[in-house]
């Protein structure tokens, strides 16, 4: 999808669902290609693993979080 400069400032909300629906938007000033919107890939960043570390630490004293009488 081609559109001028002028069009995309006024239609930049719609051109950013376009995007995020799969197509290529080409912004031109005067006729020349200037920009292209293409989309973004998803994020592979992952979160924490819990529990990744069960069974790599080694507790020593069980009971080291309680009072000392």
Excluded at 31 to 53: C, H, M, N, Q, Y
Aim: charged share 30%; hydrophobic share 40%; proline share 6%.
């Amino acid at each position: 999808m081609k559109v001028s400069l002028a069009n995309a400032k006024r239609k930049l909300p719609e051109l950013i669902k376009a995007v995020e629906q799969g197509q290529i938007v080409t912004i031109c000033r005067r006729g020349v290609r200037v920009v292209d919107l293409i989309p973004s890939k998803r994020s592979t960043v992952e979160g924490p693993k819990f529990g990744a570390l069960r069974g790599r630490i080694l507790i020593h004293d069980p009971e080291w979080w309680k009072a000392i009488s």
